[in-house]
């Protein structure tokens, strides 16, 4: 199947578009900038601001990947209607069978944050123009490189006693991104999929207190921490611009979300793609390894450079 997958160079779209080649399946990796793109498939030009250039990136595709957001904008909200709406006309100009979603839990009757209205709002205009959209809902995702997950790393590693509002006792369902590829996989091949939402999660629910615990536990490091009720969220997303590498407004955002909670409450996905989904401890172990051998692999190119470098004088 000739699939289109956007945001292909990103946390969740590069580790996808890996397994759909695996599993058999043609990729189209859609991206501003294709003469730069080294991943997985055949890089097709598009941008979400340019329907033109979606029409071309989809055509001749039996299905599409929509992961693509704005977070790190303050004007995500209506950023991300204007491209879920260009990508749903354009997929239905290009005959597509069926675009695939990744969005965020959340309970529709909580007063959920702007991130996860936004989430909710880009589900729907996505099918607004008749194209079946099949979506996924995740809380935390958990691996290397991706930002809910560098941020708890992050505060462990440079926090050993930390001042924490209350979104830290706040209860999540964090899931491993390689459980979140096969369910994204799995979704493609499973008819009874089509036009479906589905709620997607690790086996354990935790807060976020007792996630950072865990991490802190799991390197050997002791966490001392202090709730301070009263920490606003625009202070938590300012302290959380200071003491890890994640910019103002995708803090603010993902603050925002914390403060409701995201829990599966319908597992009917593990009928349609079954398999057991990792345990905390083994998807933070996971993402420590990666993080490890990528470091390492970076280390080794510079040193190769060195030589190659010293070789020539």
């Not at 979400?48 to 299905?63: I, N």
């Not at 793609?273 to 390894?289: G, I, Q, R, S």
Request: charged share 25%; hydrophobic share 40%; aromatic share 6%.
């Amino acid at each position: 199947m000739r699939i289109l997958v956007t945001g292909a160079s990103g946390f969740v779209g590069s580790r996808l578009a890996t397994a759909l080649e695996e599993a058999g399946h043609e990729v189209r990796a859609m991206t501003r900038r294709p003469d730069r793109y080294e991943g997985p498939g055949t890089p097709v030009a598009g941008d979400v601001g340019d329907e033109g250039s979606l029409r071309s990136a989809l055509a001749g595709c039996e299905a599409a990947y929509y992961l693509v957001h704005s977070l790190d904008d303050p004007d995500f909200e209506r950023k991300d209607a204007d491209a879920a709406r260009a990508f749903a006309r354009a997929a239905a100009a290009a005959g597509i069978g069926r675009i695939i979603y990744l969005g965020g839990l959340g309970q529709d009757g909580d007063q959920l944050s702007k991130h996860l209205r936004s989430r909710r709002e880009v589900e729907r205009l996505l099918g607004s123009t008749g194209v079946p959209v099949t979506v996924l809902r995740a809380g935390i995702v958990v691996g290397h490189g991706g930002v809910s997950w560098e941020m708890t790393r992050q505060l462990v590693a440079h926090l050993p006693a930390m001042v924490t509002p209350r979104w830290v006792s706040t209860r999540t369902q964090p899931i491993a991104v390689a459980d979140v590829v096969r369910y994204l996989v799995g979704v493609l091949e499973a008819p009874e999929a089509t036009g479906r939402v589905f709620e997607v999660g690790g086996p354990e629910v935790l807060t976020y207190l007792q996630m950072m615990i865990r991490v802190a536990e799991i390197q050997n490091r002791h966490l001392f921490v202090v709730p301070v009720p009263l920490l606003s969220p625009q202070l938590s997303s300012r302290w959380l611009a200071l003491v890890t590498d994640v910019d103002l407004a995708t803090g603010r955002s993902l603050i925002d979300s914390m403060t409701n909670e995201v829990v599966v409450t319908d597992d009917a996905i593990r009928s349609v793609v079954p398999f057991e989904p990792m345990d905390y401890d083994e998807m933070v172990m996971t993402a420590l390894v990666e993080r490890a051998r990528q470091r390492r692999q970076r280390a080794g190119e510079r040193r190769g450079g060195w030589l190659s470098r010293g070789a020539r004088r």
